[in-house]
């Protein structure tokens, strides 16, 4: 009777086994694929926020460029198909404040421009593929010089908004000796500034952009110096200096130094017309 009842129980047992049995690889069946389907969609986030950054990133560069094949010819125009990337693009009138002053170290000590340049930024959608603090033109320095460095900056930063590529420009400086007036020998500096302050828009989507020069204001100042060594052009721009130093010649009379400041302003619009 004892061994009866005990094969009944070990029967019992191994009939409850199986479904248990089944029950756990059903269910780890299902863990690994919730598992796998978890990270296969995370994977195609990923890659479709890197393609946004990218496509986001080239637009900005041929936007960039456009600016760039403009500037100083009044009247000249691009169009621009700005690609849908998730985002929204940005143009402040008030961004990018740039001061410039100029001095001699002994007597001259004057600011030749103060004002807002403007700034176009496409805020990103929130990625963890963009390289924040990255430039993809131009670098950190407020001012360049006849080496070539672009004037454009170009770069990938953090806002309180979340990632965005940021565009602005900065002065860019070229000098020369011109000869002598009055015995004196003179030097002549220009001074170019992009200026994007006359329009201003928030907009989604895809855009058709129009990139006009409206003009190119030029304005000339004039400085007489007895003592002189290096005369220094500061750029203060958004918080950050930098300085370029330009030699200077002098004649026993001393030396003119002929200061140039050309700013071209550059309408960024939506609509080809």
């Known amino acids: 009777m004892l061994k009866t009842g005990k094969h009944r129980f070990l029967r019992s ?8 049995t089944y029950l756990i690889l059903f269910v780890s069946t299902l863990l690994l694929i ?3 389907y978890v990270f296969a969609v995370q994977q195609v986030n990923d890659r479709q926020q890197s393609f946004q950054v990218l496509t986001a990133q080239q637009d900005m560069t041929s936007l960039d460029n456009d600016v760039l094949s403009v500037i100083s010819q009044p009247g ?15 143009l402040t ?5 740039l001061t410039l002053s100029v001095s001699d170290n002994v007597g001259v000590n004057e600011t030749i421009f103060n004002a807002t340049t403007g700034q176009v930024a496409y805020l990103l959608p929130s990625s963890e593929s963009a390289d924040i603090g990255f430039y993809v033109e131009g670098d950190s320095q407020t001012i360049t010089n006849q080496s070539g460095a672009s004037m454009s900056q170009l770069q ?8 965005q590529i940021q565009l602005g420009f900065r002065p860019e400086v070229t000098y020369a000796p011109a000869g002598t007036e009055n015995g004196q020998a003179v030097t002549d500096i220009r001074v170019y500034i992009v200026n994007l302050n006359a329009s201003s828009f928030a907009l989604g989507g895809e855009l058709p952009l129009k990139i006009s020069c409206l003009n190119a204001q ?4 004039t400085f007489q110096i007895t003592q002189p060594e290096n005369f220094v052009i500061t750029s203060q721009l958004n918080g950050s200096v930098g300085r370029v130093s330009v030699p200077v010649s002098a004649t026993s009379a001393g030396a003119v130094i002929q200061v140039q400041i050309v700013v071209s302003n550059i309408s960024v619009t939506e609509g080809l017309s």
């Open 218 to 221: 030029l304005e000339t100042r």
């Open 76 to 90: 000249s125009a691009a169009v621009l198909n700005f690609r849908d990337s998730g985002g929204q693009l940005n």
């Open 13 to 20: 047992r191994r009939a409850l086994a199986l479904p248990v």
């Open 93 to 97: 009138s008030s961004a990018n404040n």
């Open 34 to 36: 919730s598992v796998t």
């Open 156 to 163: 990938i930063v953090s806002s309180l908004q979340g990632p």
